[in-house]
């Protein structure tokens, strides 16, 4: 039943609009009846609503939940003065993010004294250095569909001529670009922009990235690879420390 309270979840909340119960009972897997019991759960605890009779969509209960987990987990809560360090010293965004299926999950997002915390997805897949640099780590083929979902929920736009035209092109021009573990993927996004990302692990936690992007700078990659680095290592320690 925890199985099946997840995938619903997980189905309602990217869903564009209120979906019946049969309906979620075909992309479970499951007889409607065994849908509707864990659906009416969900209800009861407010994770989900019934917009109509026979539709369900999220509820306040998940945003109630996320937030409160948010504000607790060690990758978020200790990390960061690391990227508002990192994002004073360079002048540009600074990013820490994990990867979830196809979705950026932004940590913490820092630039000029102002950070976001705890951002779930609403960018795309293909124009993230961060998340690319976490996605070349995965599978070629789940990769590939990770990329063809995000396009399916926010398109493939182009905003430069560098910017790749598909997921197998993107896949392909990221994995040239990945250099002793900095992926640089200069002006995708918009024209005369830096953005490099590497990976950071640390035992017991999800896979992390940290990324800087912004106005390209004088010998752009060593300048990379000093700041990047040094934040990295801030991030690695301050999660180690609570260990």
Same mark, same amino acid.
């Given at each position: 039943? !925890?199985?099946?309270?997840?995938? +619903?979840?997980? +189905?309602?909340?990217?869903?564009?609009?209120?979906?019946?119960?049969?309906? +979620?009972?075909?992309?479970?897997?499951?007889?409607?009846?065994?849908?509707?019991?864990?659906?009416? *759960? !969900?209800?009861?605890?407010?994770?989900?609503?019934?917009?109509?009779?026979?539709?369900?969509?999220?509820?306040?209960?998940?945003?109630?939940?996320?937030?409160?987990?948010?504000?607790?987990?060690?990758? *978020?809560?200790?990390?960061?003065?690391?990227?508002?360090?990192?994002?004073?010293?360079?002048?540009?965004?600074?990013?820490?993010?994990?990867?979830?299926?196809?979705?950026?999950?932004?940590?913490?997002?820092?630039?000029?004294?102002?950070?976001?915390?705890?951002?779930?997805?609403?960018?795309?897949?293909?124009?993230?250095?961060?998340?690319?640099?976490?996605? !070349?780590?995965?599978?070629?083929?789940?990769?590939?569909?990770?990329?063809?979902?995000?396009?399916?929920?926010?398109?493939?736009?182009?905003?430069?001529?560098?910017?790749?035209?598909?997921?197998?092109?993107?896949?392909?021009?990221?994995?040239?670009?990945?250099?002793?573990?900095?992926?640089? +993927?200069?002006?995708?996004?918009?024209?005369?922009?830096?953005?490099?990302?590497?990976?950071?692990?640390?035992?017991?936690?999800?896979?992390?990235?940290?990324?800087?992007?912004?106005?390209?700078?004088?010998?752009?990659?060593?300048?990379?690879?000093?700041?990047?680095?040094?934040?990295?290592?801030?991030?690695?320690?301050?999660?180690?420390?609570?260990?």
């Amino acid at each position: 039943m !925890l199985t099946t309270g997840l995938d +619903i979840l997980r +189905i309602v909340a990217e869903a564009e609009a209120p979906l019946t119960a049969t309906a +979620i009972a075909q992309r479970v897997g499951l007889h409607v009846s065994s849908v509707s019991r864990t659906l009416a *759960v !969900l209800v009861r605890h407010g994770y989900l609503r019934k917009p109509t009779y026979h539709s369900f969509a999220a509820d306040l209960g998940v945003l109630a939940l996320a937030g409160q987990a948010v504000t607790r987990l060690p990758a *978020v809560a200790r990390t960061r003065p690391a990227i508002e360090a990192l994002a004073r010293e360079t002048g540009m965004q600074a990013t820490l993010a994990a990867l979830h299926h196809d979705e950026v999950l932004y940590l913490h997002r820092s630039q000029a004294a102002e950070t976001i915390t705890g951002v779930a997805g609403g960018f795309p897949l293909h124009l993230s250095v961060v998340g690319l640099r976490l996605l !070349l780590d995965v599978p070629a083929a789940e990769a590939t569909a990770a990329l063809e979902r995000a396009e399916r929920r926010y398109g493939w736009e182009r905003p430069t001529p560098a910017t790749p035209a598909n997921p197998a092109e993107c896949l392909a021009q990221a994995g040239r670009r990945l250099r002793d573990g900095m992926l640089r +993927i200069d002006a995708w996004d918009a024209p005369g922009i830096l953005g490099v990302a590497v990976r950071v692990d640390v035992a017991g936690h999800a896979p992390l990235a940290v990324a800087l992007v912004g106005p390209m700078p004088d010998d752009a990659d060593a300048f990379a690879r000093t700041h990047l680095d040094r934040g990295a290592a801030a991030v690695r320690t301050a999660l180690e420390e609570q260990m």
